[in-house]
């Protein structure tokens, strides 16, 4: 029986859609593992486009940017709205670069579930590892699709390991693929017992009998995933004691369960790129993850501390956060994820943290960079309106009369700087105002004044990051910039403390005096950061006054000693002080604080820290030597290596100063032919 894609199946996206029929994803994975073609084959598959698009050829919905064009990856995390079997689906691209990360952080936080993609050849690699950890911090729920089941060398089975290995998660694999590499042509729906098989070329797929070859293997994985399910599900265990299986509606019930509760994880598999396994996949969607109702009521806090919660109800007072702002031709947009009420055009939301009250002019529905005027946005929505010209990534809006502040998506801390400056003397201001456009649309990115050198430092995620940041400035605002070479982010911390290090802070001017008498212990702390302790008994230092000494110790860790880097790793114990009955205030003990942590760090022994990369190299067997021989000389170590048909795949920890140009050095060392990806590892001590 052959079946074409349902004309029902396609709705428009103004029709009304209950909360439970909405569901918001992401699209997570390593770099080229497939997520962008994916994107466009569900836009396609759900009639959303009447053209697919593919990357090589630059003409994909979600990379519409100039330069992922011209690089071929996704940079910038990417909204877009489509309608499957009854349901909106509100989907975002996000980048699979370990320099983008951050892109991915601010989507997870908005999103309620997502698809993690696999390379059915490489499994789970670095970045897709570091996006699904980013996605457990979130709690979001995921699926997974194995992709790119028609490359030489793919295997489902090798992938899925690699998911429960790696990743410590629980796969339900329910199909079973259908020919190998170059044959691979449909999938068998464990679920249902049935094959897919998808035409040469086209568009429809066919239902038909499972195939007689795969009968038994097919029978096999079913009863795998039936005690699997039963392992994990009390209902459907029970049904399984009592009748030694479990029917189709009780698996896809309990799938549901385990996924949204993230204790398994529903594993799909196709080539987008030849569009076979996309409908299936848009169906586990619907089925598995989560809409806006199936999630708890978003919580925050009043503006006098107290917590509150606000159900995913359009009927609740508007509350919605703002995690991405861009400028575009038609002006700037922020994007929204609605998480209570209605917002209407015109309608005033207010910022709960600085108490501004602003008014939204337009509302629109997002379609990469294509828009959809829209009058109202309701809970569950992923909206983008103009009119707003504070509300930056991470603020807040609520209604007027009922503020609630949510969290705001984590920062990464920058770990590459350039200097910047422009080429001509009257583009300064220019340049300055390219800056600060930059960092509000990405908060990733940190802009500051160099006070010894008087340089402009722009600081980063990594050396891709800052390239982009810097091309943009050249396209988007016409400023030629010229880029002084790129300088890591060094920390310093203490090996060895001092104990009982006494100072005493003594002021008078002629007016009120200031006072403070501290005794500090200051020790290494096995984390990075710092901490504080008050040890002082029987009152001799007031708990107001003790928080003043902390807080001008955190001042004193900007500069260390060695040489002005930030100072990490260290616990400092106030043990004793004193105080004086008028000349003592929180300042006078602030500013002791800080200056006592200054000369005890001078009197301790510190070393050096500098960031460090996990390096993922890929590259053709015959080439190995050469690029270890280059890694040694780059003070790589080297923690793993294997080699599968005639490719190896090497992993080492390298300093991220010795990474600079390291892509055009493994280009010339495997012809072109070698890749690689690197995540941050860290801190290590620096050589002396």
């Not at 369960?257 to 790129?273: F, I, K, N, P, Q």
């Not at 509300?391 to 990464?412: N, Y």
């Not at 990594?462 to 060094?490: D, F, T």
């Not at 004086?580 to 005890?600: N, P």
Request: proline share 6%.
């Amino acid at each position: 029986m052959r079946t074409d894609r349902p004309a029902s199946t396609v709705r428009t996206l103004n029709t009304p859609s209950p909360l439970g029929t909405v569901r918001n994803l992401g699209i997570l994975a390593h770099v080229d593992a497939g997520k962008t073609t994916l994107t466009e084959r569900i836009l396609f598959a759900t009639g959303a486009i009447h053209k697919r698009g593919e990357v090589h050829n630059g003409t994909t919905v979600t990379d519409f940017d100039a330069q992922e064009r011209d690089r071929g990856i996704t940079i910038f995390a990417a909204a877009v709205s489509c309608a499957w079997g009854g349901h909106r689906i509100n989907l975002i691209d996000t980048p699979g670069h370990v320099d983008f990360a951050d892109e991915v952080e601010r989507s997870l936080r908005v999103l309620d579930g997502a698809v993690a993609v696999f390379d059915a050849v490489a499994g789970v690699e670095p970045q897709s590892e570091s996006v699904w950890r980013q996605a457990d911090r979130h709690g979001v729920p995921r699926i997974a699709f194995v992709n790119k089941l028609d490359r030489a060398g793919a295997d489902l089975d090798t992938a899925v390991a690699s998911i429960r290995d790696r990743l410590g998660a629980v796969p339900l694999v329910v199909q079973l693929p259908i020919g190998r590499e170059d044959g691979f042509t449909g999938v068998v729906d464990l679920l249902r017992m049935r094959a897919l098989l998808w035409r040469a070329g086209g568009d429809t797929y066919a239902v038909e009998p499972v195939p007689e070859p795969l009968r038994e293997e097919a029978a096999r994985r079913r009863r795998s995933l039936e005690e699997a399910v039963a392992e994990l599900h009390p209902e459907a265990l029970e049904e399984f004691c009592a009748a030694s299986a479990l029917t189709g509606p009780t698996l896809v019930r309990a799938l549901r369960e385990l996924t949204l509760a993230r204790e398994a994880v529903v594993v799909l598999c196709g080539s987008a790129y030849r569009n076979r396994g996309v409908e299936p996949l848009l169906d586990a969607v619907r089925d598995y993850l989560p809409a806006p109702s199936d999630m708890p009521p978003v919580r925050g806090t009043a503006p006098d501390g107290t917590e509150l919660e606000r159900a995913p109800d359009p009927a609740e007072p508007f509350a919605a956060l703002a995690f991405k702002v861009t400028a575009t031709a038609t002006g700037r947009l922020t994007y929204l994820r609605v998480y209570a009420g209605t917002l209407r055009k015109g309608d005033p939301v207010r910022d709960p943290a600085t108490g501004r009250t602003e008014r939204v002019g337009r509302i629109l529905r997002v379609q990469a960079d294509r828009h959809e005027e829209r009058e109202e946005a309701l809970a569950g929505d992923i909206v983008a309106v103009i009119g707003l010209k504070a509300a930056g990534a991470g603020t807040t809006l609520c209604a007027p009369g009922a503020p609630l502040l949510l969290e705001p998506p984590s920062v990464a801390e920058p770990v590459v700087s350039v200097a910047v400056e422009a080429h001509r003397g009257t583009d300064t201001g220019r340049l300055a105002a390219a800056l600060a456009r930059l960092v509000e649309e990405d908060p990733s990115l940190v802009v500051r004044s160099d006070a010894e050198t008087g340089q402009t430092v722009l600081s980063g995620m990594g050396e891709l990051h800052l390239e982009v940041a810097v091309e943009k400035i050249r396209r988007g605002h016409g400023v030629e910039v010229a880029v002084g070479r790129p300088q890591v982010a060094y920390r310093e911390t203490v090996v060895r403390g001092v104990t009982g290090f006494v100072y005493r802070h003594v002021k008078q001017d002629g007016g009120a005096g200031q006072f403070a008498h501290v005794v500090i212990d200051v020790e290494p702390w096995e984390e990075e950061g710092f901490a504080f302790r008050s040890a002082v008994v029987g009152g001799r230092v007031p708990q107001e006054y003790a928080r003043a000494v902390e807080a001008g110790c955190r001042d004193a860790l900007a500069e260390g000693p060695l040489g002005g880097h930030p100072v990490t790793g260290l616990r400092v114990v106030l043990t004793d002080g004193a105080t004086h009955s008028k000349d003592s205030s929180e300042m006078a003990f602030r500013t002791a604080g800080r200056f006592a942590l200054r000369e005890a760090l001078r009197a301790s022994t510190l070393e050096l820290l500098e960031p460090v990369a996990e390096v993922t190299v890929t590259l053709p067997e015959d080439t190995v030597g050469g690029v270890l021989g280059d890694l040694a000389a780059r003070r790589g170590r080297v923690t793993a290596s294997t080699v599968r048909a005639g490719t190896a795949v090497i992993t080492a920890t390298v300093p991220l100063a010795e990474l600079f140009g390291y892509a055009s050095r493994l280009r010339g060392r495997t012809q072109g032919r070698g890749t690689f990806t690197t995540r941050p590892a860290g801190l290590a001590p620096a050589p002396r």
